[in-house]
C-alpha cells in the first residue's frame, strides 16, 4: 500500500475509457480520497474554470487524463478542434497543477505522437525525431507538448510531472461508434453485427498486413497507478504488452472469437498507415517493474462479452 493512497486526487477524464479504470484501480488499491469532476462541471479549456476546480477540490495528486480523442476519420475532418482542445486543456491543467503546488501530476500521451518513420519497437527516445503520422499530426503534436510541458516545469520549478505512453488500447467502455472508434472496437461491432445480422462478409479496411502493438485497458490501468506510486523520472514510459499482432491475424481472431462465420474482405482502397507498430516497453519492466499480461485472445474474450452484455443494456457508446 502507498503512501500516496492517503492524499486528495483528482483525475479528470474520469468518465472515460482508461479514465474510469484508472478510478476502478484506486478503489482497489485504497485510494478514498478521489475527486472526478465531469466536464459539464468545468471546462478544462477555459482557464477561469481549471482554476475554480482547483480551488474547489485543493488536491495533492493530479491525474489528467481528460481529452478530445477520436479515430482517424474524426481527426480529419476536426484536425484543428483536436489540436487546439487538447493543447489547451493539457497546457491549463499542467499549469494550475504546478500553480497550486501539487505533490505530482501524471498525464499520458498517445503512441502517435511518435514519428511515422520511427522503427518498430519503438523506443521512447524517438519521439521528436520526425513528424508523426500526417492523418493524426494536429492531436499528435498537440499531446507531445505535454513531454516539454513536463521538462520545463521540472528544471525552472522542480515540479513533479510524469508522462506515460500508452499502446494501442482496448477494452470494456472503449468507444464503438464506427465512424469515431479505433481499430478492435470497430471490429467487434462489426463483426457481432454481422454475425447477428448472418451477413455474407465484413469489409476490414486495409490490406490487413500492418502489424500493431495492442494492450488491454486494465493492463494500462494497473500500470499507470504503479507509476503514480512509485515512479517520479523525466523519462516517458511506454505502457504497452510489447507484442505485435497483423491486422489481419486480429481480424480472423475476433470472428472466430465471435462465432462469425462468414468471408472477410479487405477494402485496400483504404490506407494502411504505417506497416508496423510495436513498442519498446524495456523502460516499464526496468523501472517501473511492471508487465501488461493479458493476451489478446483473452482480452478481446473480455470486450466483447462486455460489449454483447453491454449492448443489450444500451450502455454502449454507439
Known sequence: MS???SQRVLVTGGTGFLGSHVLEVLAERGYNDVVAPTHVE??????????AMFEAVHPQIVVHLAGLVGGILTNRERPAEFHHENLMMDALVHHEAWRAGVDKHLTVIGGCSYPAD???????????????????????LAKAMSVVRAQAYREQYGFNSVVLVPGNMYGPRDHF???DSHVIAALVRKFVEARDAHASSVTVWGSGAPTRD???VEDVARVLVDALEQYDSADIVNISSGTQVSIRALAETIARITSYEGAIEYDTSMPDGQLDKGYDVTR??????????T????????TIAWFETSRVAGAVRL
Open 3 to 5: 503512501e500516496r493512497n
Open 42 to 51: 468545468y471546462d478544462l479549456t477555459e482557464q477561469s474554470d481549471v482554476r
Open 118 to 140: 520511427a522503427a518498430s519497437p519503438i523506443g521512447e527516445d524517438t519521439l521528436f525525431r520526425g513528424m508523426p503520422q500526417a492523418e493524426s499530426a494536429p492531436f499528435a
Open 177 to 179: 461508434d464506427l465512424h
Open 214 to 216: 495492442f494492450v488491454y
Open 284 to 293: 516499464m519492466r526496468t523501472l517501473l517493474h511492471a508487465s501488461c499480461d
Open 295 to 302: 493476451s489478446l485472445d483473452d482480452g478481446l474474450r473480455r
